[in-house]
């Protein structure tokens, strides 16, 4: 059986917010549709795709337009093989849209080929539906003002016509699914289990001068694009340089970087050589001020609820003192879920400020366990002293049939550790997240509240009206040792910071490891430019946590190599004078890049003379076979802000 979206799975503060869809002239795009039929029809499987719009001001914007409205395949399905044609336009069922298409595998080398039909399922998540006005659409001189301005970063190969039309050839290289993929595995993909971050790793890269697609074939290839705020929709041609996959829409926050995967295939009975692909260029829907407005004083309601409430309970007794009923047994070193860690339930409405006001003191329980037994009917929001444990976590989990809790607030990250969170509670975080359950961090430090937010698969801690603005940003993450620098080298860096900024362009953000020195400096330097700072603070007694940055997340010392893999969230690295600190995170990042964990971008080591041995080093492993060859075209040593621009935009292929 085929459901609509339970939209209490997703935390709205992880998600970009939707524009008022009732504007005709802004881009639009729906929710991920599913299959709800599959028909075997010769070579192809008749389809019948189901959508539902997110509620009636959408489905009747919709109506209006149905000839209009647009279908965009997922990548996912593109890339390995499966192409889908529409039967007509959209048609209305009840509360929901109805699409008909013919599926088929356009090029029967793919590893699936034999099977592909049977991986299509009822349930399947197939894609989006989208709506481009003409309004919206950039025209030729827009475009290239945006390319100027760094507002968008588009392949060097590009041509623009009169028409606002862009044309690009694609990188000079193709790739094939390994072999070794097992049928699971295509399972995976096709249900959504196993994304695109997955397809990166498996497929296998092949140089490709010319890039030549042979007769009834297809491939896998790629470009360079940085979209920040804007949409683009992938023209798929007439055929005589190929066709592209029905997988046309690149929207701004997952389209970055020179991976960005373009599926083409040929019908015809010649090869195509050098294929060029054309794309029209939308602005999305802005970021308007009603909505940060909008959640600043959510924030700011939940943050006055939950300073009250923690007063409350610093200074009043709990309301139950009878023991504490843990559903499971459990002890683990002499503690338990029972341990002491004040907590209340309470409803985060207009009601709760009502609550505060009245004579609400003393309220709530000495433990989670028996504020949950107490729950009022109507409560959503768990505001607990402490992040619930491994033992409070698995009670929490068995209750949570009984409690309609859509967020937790806590105030300290451990009763052990204090500011820092253990890598076990990082993975609860995670299954907060998957459960639709939000996470706020109630800093008593800067006195504030931060909802945990992902980027890239990983979670900070940030303020809820800068959650989107921080998942459309462009991290840098710089390294170096919190010991202070010589003026020769704050001068550069300071420079470079500069020249990064300008070059990426508006929505830009530096990431460090929270300390003083180079940390510091780059800190403070992106911060005078209007940019974000992010912290992965780490539990060191020579390396106290300088507070204050806009996102951030904490990681006790036993977390070392464990935090590293938030610095994945970074899209650049740049490494400064450091010690062996930095040493470590050098040879983590550059192991990422030689496994594909990081795509093939530019890695910048800032003063050459410093990083000269390892400069040595990494020729000598390249020359004794002990690193590929290929990662000297993304590595370079250098003291010249300028050569740092000027390798970024040879490296990635961008105007």
């Not at 209006?64 to 336009?89: D, K, P, V």
């Not at 389209?255 to 083409?264: A, P």
């Not at 409560?379 to 929490?396: N, Q, R, S, V």
Request: glycine share 8%; charged share 20%; hydrophobic share 40%.
């Amino acid at each position: 059986m085929i459901l609509p979206p339970n939209r209490g799975l997703v935390s709205p503060a992880n998600l970009p917010k939707l524009a008022n869809p009732m504007n005709e002239n802004q881009f639009w795009h729906s929710t991920d549709g599913q299959i709800l039929t599959v028909k075997s029809k010769g070579d192809k499987a008749a389809l019948t795709l189901v959508f539902w719009p997110r509620n009636p001001a959408e489905m009747d914007f919709v109506k209006g337009r149905l000839a209009e409205i647009h279908f965009t395949e997922r990548s996912s399905l593109a890339r390995i093989g499966i192409e889908m044609h529409l039967q007509g336009a959209p048609v209305v069922d009840g509360n929901r849209l109805l699409l008909t298409a013919d599926a088929f595998i356009y090029d029967s080398n793919f590893p699936n080929a034999a099977y592909w039909k049977k991986l299509l399922r009822p349930g399947t998540p197939v894609g989006r539906l989208f709506y481009a006005p003409a309004a919206a659409k950039l025209s030729t001189a827009e475009i290239w003002a945006a390319i100027q301005n760094n507002d968008l970063k588009l392949p060097n190969t590009i041509s623009i016509d009169s028409r606002g039309r862009v044309f690009l050839t694609p990188h000079q290289v193709s790739y094939t699914l390994s072999p070794k993929l097992q049928r699971l595995n295509f399972e995976h993909i096709v249900s959504g289990n196993a994304g695109r971050s997955f397809l990166d790793k498996v497929q296998v890269r092949h140089d490709a001068s010319p890039l030549t697609i042979p007769p009834r074939s297809g491939i896998l290839t790629s470009c360079s694009m940085y979209l920040k705020e804007h949409f683009v929709v992938l023209n798929q041609g007439e055929g005589n340089f190929g066709l592209h996959t029905s997988a046309v829409l690149l929207d701004p926050i997952k389209t970055f970087g020179t991976n960005v995967m373009l599926e083409i295939y040929n019908t015809g009975d010649q090869p195509v050589v050098n294929p060029m692909v054309s794309v029209d260029i939308f602005r999305a829907p802005p970021f308007s001020d009603p909505e940060v407005k909008t959640l600043t004083k959510k924030r700011q309601r939940l943050l006055s609820a939950a300073t009250s409430l923690f007063k409350c309970l610093d200074e009043n007794p709990p309301m139950d003192t009878a023991p504490a009923k843990p559903k499971t047994q459990i002890t683990v070193r002499g503690q338990s879920a029972t341990m002491e860690n004040r907590a209340v339930l309470v409803r985060a409405n207009d009601d709760l400020k009502k609550f505060l006001e009245g004579d609400a003191c003393p309220v709530g329980s000495r433990t989670m366990i028996q504020a949950l037994d107490n729950a009022p009917a109507d409560a959503d929001t768990l505001i607990i002293d402490y992040f619930p444990d491994l033992l409070e976590h698995i009670e929490l989990i068995t209750r949570i049939g009984d409690v309609k809790l859509k967020r937790l607030i806590f105030r300290q990250a451990s009763r052990t550790h204090g500011y820092f969170l253990s890598s076990n509670a990082h993975a609860r975080l995670d299954t907060f997240h998957a459960i639709g359950i939000s996470v706020y961090w109630y800093d008593v430090v800067t006195k504030d509240l931060y909802v945990h937010t992902y980027k890239k698969g990983h979670g900070f801690f940030v303020r809820e009206e800068m959650a989107r603005k921080f998942q459309e940003t462009t991290i840098l993450a710089f390294y170096g040792s919190a010991v202070g620098i010589e003026a020769a080298d704050t001068e550069r860096i300071t420079r470079l910071v500069e020249q990064l900024t300008g070059f990426i362009g508006p929505n830009v953000g530096v990431l460090t490891g929270g300390g003083g020195g180079v940390m510091r400096l780059a800190t403070d330097q992106a911060r005078s430019k209007g940019a974000l700072t992010g912290a992965c603070f780490l539990e060191l007694e020579a390396q106290p946590p300088e507070l204050g940055v806009d996102f951030f997340n904490t990681f006790q010392e036993s977390s070392r190599h464990f935090r590293q893999k938030w610095f994945e969230a970074a899209d650049f690295c740049i490494f400064n004078v450091g010690g062996v600190g930095t040493l470590e995170e050098i040879g983590i990042e550059m192991c990422n890049l030689k496994l594909g964990i990081r795509p093939r971008v530019p890695y910048v080591f800032f003063n050459a003379k410093f990083w000269g041995d390892l400069r040595r080093q990494v020729k000598t492993m390249i020359g004794t076979k002990r690193a590929p060859a290929w990662m000297t075209d993304y590595l370079l040593f250098t003291d010249d802000p300028d050569e740092v621009v000027r390798f970024y935009r040879k490296t990635l292929q961008v105007l």
